[in-house]
């Protein structure tokens, strides 16, 4: 178990001067996570680029996984530290090989010096420590491979020490946690819903979620597998919450006084309008959907823009010009692929007509939501209030409050 962590930020180069606050942002989510998995006080600092964390029990596996779904980190990197002193660091190598249960064939150095300071630049420095490796850890029958290294040994100068790593976690990358608006997240049981919402967590952004379940229409199946999708979703934040709608009767509701072609189109409007009463009791900034243009019949360019032009929010599309596949390369990649495969029930399709409008008629559809709007405003307040309300913890634990 290693007792430090380097762990690199990303995009820091684009804040200028927020870089101040955009550090105490990721900094307080890198502290509630390892307080979380490791069970003590943490101690960080800032080196130049980096967050330096420490530990007197060593990271655990766990916690190290769990840093990876922090947004706004590039890297988390196991590390050994040294003076700067160069002859010191072959030692430190020759500790991580003698760890490993399979020793690699091919190697290579990599160095990032931002101690200006330093006597030798990154390049003279890679060549040299390569050089050492190769004369006074023969044993190891190492050999240099600069194109695809079994290996890297990365080294990183700073004002104060060498920071020696073998093995480096990739991050998200991105923007740190609620630094870019609270937004309020249509999940459905797809694989589009869950992959929006994790392309916006990358962008930092707080997400409150919102499951409309059509009970009695549909079972508790389709629940339970919303609630597994925000189990891992959640674990990007930094504590979020679910709000589960009853939405059955409001559907049968609408469905026995709308032309049988508009359903789904008029579905998505009171969705997105409930979506939009929601953001406005919560105070959050917009919506997101897990729309992709033109995959179903709601999604045409003519419907969306309908629906738009009635929805008193700003509404996020992330996935708006991505194919299927596409989307669910990144669902296998955070884990949401097999949940999303579990066969659930779908009131939406059960009440869908055989043939949905694709070009909508403005007249019909604008003078049908104007002419009721106070009562399905009501209606729709009303189901609010209804609510079911779970948290998720930022290990992913649910918690139902309501």
């Not at 937004?183 to 930092?204: E, H, W, Y």
């Not at 019909?364 to 939501?369: C, G, I, K, N, Q």
Request: with cysteine; glycine share 6%; hydrophobic share 40%.
């Amino acid at each position: 178990m290693y007792k430090l962590l380097v762990v690199s930020i990303d995009e820091l180069w684009l804040k200028g001067k927020n870089r101040p606050a955009y550090f105490r942002a990721i900094k307080k989510h890198v502290v509630d996570v390892l307080t979380h998995y490791q069970d003590e006080l943490i101690p960080i600092k800032n080196e130049e680029q980096r967050l330096i964390c420490t530990s007197e029990k060593g990271f655990t596996e766990e916690a190290i996984l769990a840093l990876q779904k922090v947004p706004g980190l590039h890297s988390i990197q196991p590390s050994r530290a040294v003076e700067l002193d160069l002859e010191k660091i072959i030692d430190e190598v020759d500790l991580e090989l003698s760890s490993m249960s399979e020793v690699p064939k091919t190697f290579k150095v990599i160095t990032k010096r931002t101690n200006k300071r330093f006597p030798h630049n990154s390049m003279e420095i890679s060549r040299y420590i390569g050089h050492l490796i190769l004369k006074k850890l023969s044993k190891y029958k190492l050999v240099v491979d600069v194109h695809k290294p079994q290996l890297v040994v990365s080294l990183k100068v700073s004002d104060q020490h060498i920071y020696i790593a073998t093995k480096t976690y990739p991050g998200i990358g991105g923007q740190p946690f609620n630094t870019s608006g609270h937004l309020i997240t249509l999940l459905s049981g797809g694989f589009d819903s869950p992959v929006a919402s994790f392309l916006m967590n990358k962008r930092g952004c707080r997400q409150t979620y919102l499951f409309f379940y059509a009970y009695p229409f549909v079972g508790q199946n389709v629940l339970d597998k919303i609630l597994k999708l925000v189990g891992i979703l959640g674990q990007y934040q930094n504590g979020s919450k679910l709000y589960v709608l009853p939405f059955g009767e409001f559907q049968k509701e609408l469905t026995d006084h709308i032309k049988p072609d508009y359903r789904t189109l008029c579905f998505r409007k009171y969705m997105l309008e409930a979506a939009a009463l929601l953001k406005s009791r919560l105070k959050a900034d917009a919506i997101i959907t897990g729309d992709v243009l033109s995959q179903v019949s709601s999604q045409t360019i003519g419907n969306l823009a309908i629906v738009d032009q009635l929805t008193p929010a700003m509404v996020l599309r992330p996935l708006i010009g991505f194919n299927k596949s596409e989307i669910i390369e990144i669902s296998r990649k955070i884990n949401t692929h097999d949940i999303s495969t579990i066969p659930h029930d779908d009131a939406c399709a059960m009440f869908a007509p055989k043939h949905p409008v694709l070009r909508p008629d403005p007249e019909y559809f604008l003078s049908f939501a104007k002419e009721n709007q106070a009562k399905y405003e009501g209606l729709l307040n009303q189901v609010l209030d209804q609510a079911g309300i779970y948290q998720i913890s930022i290990d992913g634990k649910i918690n139902q409050l309501k």
